[in-house]
């Protein structure tokens, strides 16, 4: 069978993207840096601190207690109070390993005390450990509850009919403030809700009405 | 040390050749197929030898057959000594090990439908682009034709022996190097590899997956299931496509192949052309294929089966948790798989033996006799060819309503994986946790399968219920994982709640 021709000069080149191919790839196996969405202290002198992940402290157990939660922050914000402090939470990061084999475990404090890592005995070596404060404000937890709604609905023992009904209700509150909620400014947000107010307070009541009802499936 | 190595590599072989086996059988037996039913006259005009369709038949019979990236190799090498175009080689031999029936429905439950779609889009650009350029400088050297063995008993017998010799000649080498190089890399990357590194936000993931997947083995059931889960864990799209393209559609095996057969420069430029196609258009899908409403995880447990399985610090008894682990795995994944590999190569040392006092050819090809019986027939090639196509789609549909069952029928299996589990959990018998939280993830991933095959679509309320049970089965497993005992009875507690929701959603399904 006849040979497809390859000048020397095209493998050299081939063999020189290869190989930096494999040096880029090298070098993006090491834990990338990024911006902090939190203060934190180490126990390390690592230079490099990692973005957390987004990790769901404020996300309320139960349906009920999140429909709660979000009528709270709904009369809060169309009244004329100030702005409550972000909530914040201390969150313990443990990292084991080091380079593309590292990962993190994180352990959120409970109850004001300091966050602890539990004992266990997987056998990998702790290279470093963090505290990082994580904080809250209301518009960012009000948004969050929102877009977990459907998902904390289908952790109970709601109805497939009334689970369609709260997803729907979250959701059209969630398109009415998300803009809002991004734009990280206080005013903004509390004039969205206020904007907005008889439609989220529709909403924010057929979602108590479904939360009163007792537990069924159709 | 030396135990933690040969433990874990050990594992892992086991492992690769469990999975692999049914698929290298099954590739050994289409190439003696090609070889001794069809001819390769036939085999060229099937694959456009003389159209301008080469390429694209090339990606849709890949599409159709049930072959993974070590059992296309026998299939190439038939393709080869058959005269098929090169280019039409490279898009059968990458495309084969992505996509069969199976496992693109199996993709289109776990993801987006546009996400899957869009994948298997990309992978025709991908082989068409490298099948254009390899195409350049056609073969003009002469293929020689082998008499087609006579029909009856004898082309039974010759497919047969076909078969079996293709595994006891150089395609075992090139298998050998495809196994051993996945099995290397696994005990070289320490457990936990790329665990964090595989997020959104990770600008260079494409390219880390597109490094290390190279030498990989896998399944394309079992690289769907991973997409699938890095969808659903909000990591990098494009480093999910890096993984399927080069993790499951190529091995050091089958590059060893093209490099004998097409000469080592050749082969480094069709690695380059490959990866660099396929980075680029990872990262041309990885944010417009992102899906919405997805919270990143922060990790990944796509790679847990491509590293080592046992972490460095943890040297207690490593040899005899892998010899269990080897067992569990043959028990839930054997499926007769190893067996007939196994027959197969007794049988073709048995017919390397035979060969030198037979000349099996001769017998093969020479006068079959009168049709005695009368019951013989010949049937025209067309005829045999849509029987051959319609049967290929017929078990392709019935294998995905056998692997995917109705809810109903898993729900039972289902529930006492769950218990298994849960049960584990709770006795801190982590590596039984482990092990049997991995199958209730999988079984529910299929429940929700095996209703989309049955009624076209997966209601939003049992989608959400199956993706809640998921999430409690992750918890769980990251307290296995860390051995950690605090909270682990309610974390177990939590499973089990989410998973008798999870059944009644299912059975009520019909209700609504």
Same mark, same amino acid.
Not at chain 1, 155 to 159: L, V
Not at chain 2, 247 to 250: E, F, L, N, R, V
């Given at each position: 069978m006849s040979r497809l021709n390859l000048p020397k000069r095209m493998f050299v080149l081939c063999l020189s993207m290869i190989c930096t191919v494999y040096v880029i790839g090298f070098s993006g196996c090491q834990k990338t840096s990024a911006n902090a969405n939190s203060t934190s202290t180490s126990n390390g002198d690592s230079s490099t601190t990692k973005k957390l992940p987004k990790l769901r402290f404020h996300q309320p157990r139960t349906f009920d207690l999140a429909v709660k939660r979000v009528r709270e922050i709904f009369e809060f914000a169309i009244s004329d109070e100030p702005m409550p402090a972000p909530k914040t939470f201390r969150v313990l990061e443990v990292v084991h390993g080091t380079g593309a084999a590292g990962h993190s475990h994180y352990y959120l404090a409970k109850n004001g005390e300091e966050p602890q890592e539990p004992e266990d /005995?997987? $056998?990998?070596? %702790? %290279?470093d450990k963090k505290i990082h404060e994580v904080n809250v404000d209301v518009a960012t937890e009000m948004i969050d509850i929102f877009r977990w709604l459907p998902e904390i609905a289908a %952790? $109970? /023992?709601? $109805?497939e009919s009334d689970w369609k009904s709260a997803k729907k209700h979250a959701n059209e509150v969630k398109d009415l403030i998300e803009a809002a909620a991004k734009s990280n400014d206080d005013t903004t947000w509390r004039n969205s809700i206020k904007d907005n107010r008889d439609q989220i307070e529709s909403a924010v009541k057929k979602l108590e009405t479904l939360s009163a009802k007792p537990s069924s499936q159709d | 040390m030396l135990e933690y190595y040969l433990a874990g590599g050990g594992l892992r072989l086991a492992q690769t050749i469990i999975y692999a086996s049914i698929w290298i059988a099954t590739g050994c037996v289409i190439a003696a197929a090609f070889r001794r039913m069809l001819g390769r006259e036939k085999v060229r005009r099937i694959f456009g030898n003389d159209t301008r369709w080469g390429l694209l038949a090339g990606w849709l019979v890949g599409m159709l057959l049930p072959v993974c990236s070590l059992g296309v190799i026998p299939v190439v090498r038939e393709m080869h000594r058959a005269g098929v175009h090169r280019g039409t080689i490279v898009a059968f031999g990458l495309t084969a090990p992505l996509f069969n029936p199976m496992s693109v429905l199996y993709g289109l439950t776990l993801s987006d439908p546009i996400a899957i779609l869009s994948f298997s889009l990309c992978a025709l650009v991908i082989v068409s682009v490298l099948g254009l350029i390899w195409n350049r400088g056609l073969d003009t050297s002469e293929v020689v034709e082998e008499e087609l063995p006579c029909p009856g008993v004898k082309r039974m017998v010759a497919v047969f022996h076909s078969a079996t010799r293709e595994l006891v000649g150089p395609t075992l080498l090139f298998l050998s190097i495809g196994i051993l190089g996945s099995v290397i890399l696994a005990i070289c990357l320490p457990k936990g590899y790329l665990t964090d590194q595989v997020e959104r936000d990770n600008a260079l993931a494409p390219l880390v997956v597109a490094f290390i997947a190279t030498p990989i083995y896998s399944t394309p059931l079992l690289a769907m299931s991973q997409i699938g889960g890095m969808f659903q864990h909000g990591n990098s799209i494009g480093a999910a496509f890096s993984l399927l393209i080069l @993790?499951? @559609?190529?091995n050091l095996g089958l590059f060893a192949w093209f490099g004998v057969t097409y000469g080592v420069r050749r082969v480094i430029l069709l690695f380059i052309l490959l990866a660099v196609t396929t980075v680029g258009l990872a990262y041309a899908i990885d944010k417009p294929?992102?899906?919405?409403g997805v919270e990143p995880a922060g990790h990944s447990h796509a790679f847990d089966v491509y590293t080592h399985p046992f972490d460095p610090g943890y040297e207690k008894d490593m040899a005899r948790i892998a010899t269990v682990k080897a067992n569990d795995f043959w028990k839930a994944n054997e499926f007769g798989g190893t067996y007939v590999l196994a027959l197969m190569i007794v049988f073709g040392i048995v017919f390397v033996f035979v060969e030198r006092m037979v000349d099996l050819q001769a017998w093969f090809t020479s006068d079959p006799g009168k049709n005695s019986n009368g019951l013989d027939r010949d049937v025209p090639g067309w005829l045999l060819g849509i029987t051959v196509v319609a049967g290929l789609i017929a078990a392709s549909v019935a294998g995905c309503y056998l692997y995917y069952p109705a809810p109903d029928d898993l729900l039972g299996d289902m529930q006492n994986v769950n218990a298994d589990a849960v049960l584990a959990a709770k006795h801190h018998d982590w590596e039984a946790a482990d092990k049997w939280i991995g199958f209730s993830d999988d079984l529910s991933r299929r429940l929700e399968v095996g209703v989309f095959l049955r009624r076209g679509s997966v209601g939003e309320f049992q989608v959400a219920k199956a993706r809640v049970y998921r999430e409690k089965l992750d918890n769980l497993k990251q307290a296995v994982d860390t051995r950690t005992t605090e909270g682990i009875e309610d974390l177990a507690k939590d499973v089990m709640t989410s998973y008798f929701q999870l059944s009644k959603s299912f059975r009520n399904i019909d209700g609504s």
């Open positions: /005995d997987h $056998g990998h070596v %702790t %290279t %952790t $109970g /023992d709601m $109805g | @993790g499951a @559609g190529t294929l992102y899906p919405e």
